[in-house]
């Protein structure tokens, strides 16, 4: 047996002052001689357990090995045959809690870097095939009809996986372009939105339709569209409806969710104001408050559009933060600054509504909650000041309640998410599924790529028996 | 200018064409829009997102007619901003890219026994729908409508015609009353029972209205012109503090108890650009002026 090669291939990334200055991507991706140095690690497992951490089964090793003998096209049958989204999987996967987190490899320290390899076949396709559309194969049409409504990334995995089946897909967008929260909240520096356009392109192909600007609750209900045609209908409407802290001075002028920072940012191009019509605070000292990957792509975009100095505020330690380790690391190299053990009390305007600092409590850490990481404590008599003219409130989201609200028969739980069989995605309503973070909450791209895969199964199940 | 707009959008996406734009007063403008999803659900009180091409921005306008079987809808706006002097130049036959909707929750109909609307500026545009839902319901409609002069009047013959009685005011005297809304508002809820206001128009305009009937005590219904950007919930841009809560004026409203608005946090948040907004103009104007 060969020996185990160890050596990870570092991917190369923008120097960080650099960086901190552009909105283009910060990791740079492989080249052809490293991705098959990093493939040939693979030790090639003959009971591949990686495949078991994928909510898409992809054949891992298969794809990887193709790498590893340079033989690209057929790395791209593979990888596409399970996923339709690599170029975004390759990038915003949490790989290190999936996939590589099961490679035997892992063990030793040092998993095949599967994310990295992911990207680097959906990039090398982007860049070497003229056509990135379906192959001709056009499936025997059922003569069913489904309803996506949502093209995030639960929506397009199920519209593609139901057109793949011969199913007549309609999906309904209610924002101006396709991508969900991949367009509207993921940054550019991160996933460059041209990769989310030629994948939404790529799904479209098979043969779909896309309606944008079509917000379903207000043109039609769940319930007109199945009067009106559809066979079925699977909801990937997300986790869109921002939480606050209700702490007193939280609509004082300059106080944004992420949601509507990142939105201005991403989906409007507020960074290319006043090229683009749209505009943001740019602000010079700017809170950010939370600890998850939304917290740190609002303050990494905060930065970007020409702040001052950036804080992270989270009220734990950098051990509990559900943010990526990578994307933590990354804003620490850009200059983020981290205040930990950190909770805001109030929030202090001056005379004309704006946000001018946040009062804080210091915390520390008891005993584990039910979520496992140590309980957040006041520390009683701690207030102190922290100076700031932008706030970025990015603490979480809801669905949001518009389909719940215009469906009859749909049950919600109290955090307004859609009650749905965990393994199929079916709602307690006929003919209804549902999928992604408007059933678990804020949660992954891939998991709700998943459900999306998952729903899709159960539909074209639930379809035959129609026939 | 078709032929640009289509490129940047790369010639796929669906746009919605102007199949009407009138010139109603300076710097007023109303578009007949086809938009058939939109105008078949259409209710009084509801507005669109309007985005102009790929680099322009959503801005909320309140719906002021549709017709479902002509599958339009039709929007009045004033040149305000870089979006509304954008959207002034186009012409019938021009497209937009974006116009989603029917967004908000429809005005609250039903047969409450006189009911008087204001209307403020070019808010004669909502009203109208309002007023008229309100009058085909059995109401007696009282509307009054305020210009700041004669040549910011239109509408007056149609709003005329959905109400039992009409009082329009200007505020230097220039046509019919001299004075401000509010002054007949005051004499009307002085002299006769009133059992619903509904007052559309600047903040100013609104917050003085429900000043006026509050020592009345009459339900008083505004509609708020928050900032917004995507307009279905998702960015809480648009939030207000209504009886002390926070509302998205978009999911929740856009109507609300006026007596409960709290107006000076409202007029605050639609200053949040105004920085950004001159800039904005003026680099827009720098460009378009090169251009012609």
């Known amino acids: 047996m060969a020996k185990l090669n160890l050596n990870r291939v570092q991917m190369p990334k923008q120097d960080p002052k650099e960086r901190a200055k552009n909105f283009d991507e910060v990791a740079l991706g492989y080249s052809m001689k490293q991705a098959r140095e990093e493939a040939s690690r693979c030790i090639q497992c003959k009971r591949p ?45 949490p790989q290190e809690t999936q996939c590589e987190v099961k490679c035997i490899l892992a063990r030793k320290g040092a998993p095949i870097a599967i994310g990295r390899l992911e990207r680097f076949v959906a990039d090398w396709e982007r860049a070497n095939k003229e056509d990135l559309t379906a192959p001709a194969t056009i499936p025997k049409q059922t003569g069913k009809k489904v309803a996506v409504i949502g093209s995030g990334p639960a929506g397009l995995t199920a519209a593609a996986e139901l057109a793949k089946l011969g199913h007549s897909v309609t999906i309904f967008e209610a924002l101006h372009v396709a991508g969900g929260v991949l367009t509207y909240g993921i940054p550019e520096f991160r996933l460059p939105k041209d990769i989310v356009q030629a994948e939404v392109d790529y799904v479209v192909s098979m043969g779909l339709e896309l309606k944008l600007d079509s917000v379903i609750g207000k043109i039609a209900t769940v319930d007109e569209l199945l009067e009106n045609g559809y066979h079925a209908v699977f909801l990937g409407t997300g986790a869109g409806l921002p939480m606050f802290m209700n702490i007193p001075g939280e609509n004082l002028n300059g106080i944004y969710s992420a949601n509507e920072f990142l939105t201005r940012v991403n989906l409007m191009k507020a960074y290319l104001f006043p090229e683009y019509d749209t505009p943001v605070k740019k602000g010079k000292k700017v809170a950010v408050i939370g600890g998850g990957n939304v917290a740190m792509d609002s303050a990494r975009c905060a930065l970007r559009i020409g702040a001052a100095e950036v804080y992270i505020i989270y009220r734990r330690s950098v051990a509990e933060m559900p943010a990526r380790r990578e994307e933590v690391e990354n804003a620490q190299e850009e200059g983020i600054q981290f205040k930990l053990l950190t909770n805001p009390k109030r929030f202090l305007g001056n005379d004309q509504n704006w946000v001018v600092a946040m009062e804080c409590y210091r915390m520390e850490l008891g005993e584990p909650d039910e979520s496992g990481r140590r309980r957040p404590i006041v520390i009683p008599g701690s207030e102190f000041i922290i100076e700031a003219d932008v706030v970025i409130v990015a603490l979480g989201t809801r669905p949001n309640p518009l389909i719940a609200q215009t469906t009859k028969g749909l049950e919600t739980t109290k955090w307004g998410t859609v009650v749905a069989n965990e393994k199929t995605g079916k709602t307690v309503k006929k003919a209804v599924w549902a999928g992604g973070d408007v059933v678990t909450g804020a949660a992954t791209v891939i998991s709700a790529m998943g459900a999306g895969k998952q729903a899709a199964v159960a539909i074209d199940e639930y379809l035959k028996g129609l026939l | 200018m078709l032929q640009l707009k289509l490129d940047v959008l790369g010639g796929k996406k669906q746009v919605y064409k102007i199949l009407l734009k009138q010139d109603l007063v300076p710097s007023v403008h109303l578009f007949k829009v086809e938009a058939p999803a939109v105008a078949k659900k259409a209710r009084p009180g509801q507005f669109i997102v309007v985005r102009i091409d790929e680099r322009g921005e959503r801005i909320p306008l309140t719906i002021a007619d549709w017709n479902g079987q002509e599958g339009s809808v039709t929007i009045i706006f004033m040149e305000v901003g870089t979006t509304t002097h954008r959207l002034g130049l186009l012409k019938t036959g021009d497209f937009v890219a974006d116009f989603v909707g029917p967004l908000g929750l429809p005005s609250h109909i039903d047969k ?181």
């Not at chain 1, 495949?51 to 790498?67: L, N, R, S, W, Y």
């Not at chain 2, 505020?171 to 009353?177: H, I, V």
């Not at chain 2, 917050?207 to 960015?235: Q, R, W, Y």
């Not at chain 2, 004026?249 to 200053?271: I, S």
């Open chain 2, 112 to 292: 409450f026994g006189t009911v008087v609307c204001v209307a403020g500026g070019f808010a004669v545009a909502p009203i109208m729908p309002i007023a008229r839902a309100l009058k085909r319901v059995g109401n007696k409609v009282i509307s009054i409508m305020g210009a700041r002069r004669k040549n910011l009047i239109f509408w007056e013959d149609e709003l005329r015609s959905v109400s039992d009685q009409l009082i329009v005011t200007t505020d230097d005297g220039s046509y019919a009353r001299k004075g401000l809304v509010t002054e007949p508002l005051k004499e009307i809820l002085e002299s006769e029972k009133i059992s619903r206001v509904v007052a559309i128009g600047p903040s100013i305009m609104m917050k003085f209205c429900a000043k006026t009937t509050e020592p009345f005590k009459v339900k008083t219904i505004v509609s708020l012109n928050s900032i917004m950007v995507d307009g279905t919930g998702m960015c809480g841009c648009c939030r207000v503090s209504v009886g002390g809560e926070t509302k998205f004026a978009c999911v929740d409203g856009p109507e609300f108890d006026g007596h409960r608005v709290d107006w000076d946090l409202l007029m605050a948040r639609q200053r949040i650009y105004l920085d950004e907004e001159k800039e904005s103009f003026e680099h827009w104007q720098a460009r378009h002026r090169k251009r012609s």
């Open chain 1, 49 to 93: 357990i990686c495949i078991e951490g994928c909510p898409v089964e992809i054949d891992i090793p298969g794809f990887i090995k193709a790498v590893c003998d340079g033989d690209m096209p057929e790395a791209v049958r593979i990888l596409k045959d399970k996923n339709s989204l690599p170029g975004i999987c390759g990038r915003v996967c």
